[in-house]
């Protein structure tokens, strides 16, 4: 049994946020029906490279297992009409057309309440349904205004995007869970509700403490790099073959550092000997760390550190995450029917992820 067995989801998205997001819930036992349109379906299908061995986009696999695919012309009243029927049936909708879209075609939460009273029904924008619904956005655009770029990247050089579509995921972690608490409540009272989450805010609340040091400090943060802006050594250092990422997070594991670079001298001297003075003097105790890094290898030092207490480790590429959490055990590859997926990070006892459909191919 999975957690989320008889729930049944329409799904209108497209792209990363709500395919996450109804991944999610299908990897938790959700029945997932994905409306395609005729020709090319999601957009995500033709982005690429990279290809699978199939030819298929990696991109559309990465956010659309345990789905089924229905191709629907909702250009068509045919196509709207068996659409509706779909929405009312499942129970639970979701969609990120740009607000008024669904309305449109008839498929608004307006119209489909009526024939269902207790829809569930998730729409996901770049800006919300108000003065912003006419914005389009894609995720770029929303690191941007957002802030996440203003805090990205080196100092001295442009405002850098995080190296993966982050906000469409941190997007759809807070869809899923939006639906999964209207299901709850539709359990208990028999309610349905509207759900809407967008982009930009989902941008604002990720920036946590950046966030708060701005709506309860009046800080505005800045780019650091790798630093810190609270917290010293907190970044990437270099090493005698690559960079090091050690995150110092108190005084102890500060003075553990230390006698593991044979420097127990730094953790007695007065700019060093309090996180408050090893932030103000940062960039000298970086030089001291550098020179006596520079005598091993990144992996080597992230032992001796990591055995000492010290989290640490050294700058993986892709490839190398994955090992590193092969050789912990993770399991971090699921195989469906051929295809090697990312594993669902949740592990529960009485219900499993479990993994049923490949991304669907789709059916013209």
């Avoid at 997001?21 to 690429?48: Q, Y």
């Avoid at 003075?255 to 000997?273: N, Q, T």
Wanted: net charge negative.
């Amino acid at each position: 049994m999975t957690a989320l067995d008889g729930l049944h989801i329409a799904d209108f998205s497209r792209i990363l946020a709500g395919p996450m997001a109804t991944m999610l819930l299908g990897d938790l036992g959700a029945e997932v029906v994905k409306i395609e349109r005729p020709g090319g379906g999601d957009d995500t299908r033709s982005w690429g490279p990279p290809y699978a061995a199939d030819g298929s986009a990696t991109y559309f696999k990465s956010v659309n297992r345990n789905k089924r695919s229905v191709v629907l012309d909702l250009a068509t009243q045919t196509g709207r009409w068996r659409a509706q029927d779909l929405a009312v049936e499942s129970g639970i909708v979701v969609e990120n057309f740009r607000p008024g879209v669904m309305d449109r075609l008839g498929l608004g939460y307006d119209e489909l309440v009526q024939r269902r009273p207790d829809l569930i029904y998730c729409s996901i924008s770049a800006f919300g349904s108000g003065d912003g619904a006419h914005l389009p956005g894609y995720d770029l655009i929303v690191q941007a205004v957002g802030g996440l770029m203003s805090i990205t990247g080196p100092t001295d050089r442009e405002p850098q995007k995080v190296g993966v579509a982050v906000v469409d995921v941190i997007t759809g972690l807070f869809a899923a869970l939006g639906i999964v608490s209207a299901v709850r409540h539709r359990e208990r009272t028999g309610e349905g509700q509207r759900i809407e989450v967008d982009l930009l805010s989902c941008a604002l609340a990720a920036l946590s403490n950046q966030a708060s040091g701005y709506t309860a400090g009046g800080v505005v943060p800045q780019r650091m790099g790798n630093q810190h802006p609270s917290i010293a050594p907190y970044e990437t250092l270099p090493t005698g073959d690559g960079e090091l990422a050690v995150a110092v997070g108190n005084d102890k594991q500060f003075r553990a550092m230390c006698e593991v670079l044979d420097a127990p001298g730094l953790a007695e001297d007065s700019r060093f000997a309090s996180n408050t003075e090893r932030v103000a003097h940062r960039d000298a105790l970086r030089t001291e760390l550098v020179t006596r890094l520079a005598g091993d290898h990144a992996a080597k030092w992230a032992q001796r550190l990591n055995d000492a207490g010290v989290p640490a480790g050294p700058v993986n590429d892709i490839a190398g995450a994955f090992e590193y959490a092969q050789l912990l055990g993770l399991e971090p590859i699921v195989d469906i029917d051929g295809t090697q997926l990312t594993r669902n990070p949740l592990r529960m006892a009485r219900t499993p992820v479990h993994y049923v459909l490949p991304p669907p191919r789709l059916e013209v």
